[in-house]
């Protein structure tokens, strides 16, 4: 090989090693930001999770509470009818 073969190989050889080393730099923080992209989405999970079962029992808790106020208002508006006509 002559010199300007050898000086071409390490040149490239260390543009290679150069982008190697960037890489696996790259390649770790990229690793890094994908785990905090996954506790950030089992934590958004876990509060819709929540919020879907707080929603459901508000759900199951509203529909007799709005039946006794339409009870309660029939039951007011007959004892003042009661009243009314005395």
Do not use: C
Not at 10 to 16: E, P, T
Not at 32 to 46: D, G, M
Not at 61 to 72: C, D, T
């Amino acid at each position: 090989m002559n010199d300007t073969a050898v000086i071409t190989l390490i040149v490239v050889s260390a543009a290679l090693v150069v982008f190697l080393l960037l890489l696996s730099i790259a390649l770790g923080y990229f690793i890094s930001i994908l785990k905090q992209v996954k506790r950030i989405t089992e934590r958004a999970e876990n509060v819709a999770d929540t919020m879907e079962s707080a929603a459901w029992t508000f759900q199951k808790a509203a529909s007799p509470l709005a039946v006794l106020k339409i009870i309660g208002g029939i039951v007011e508006h007959a004892a003042g009818f009661k009243k009314k006509g005395k």
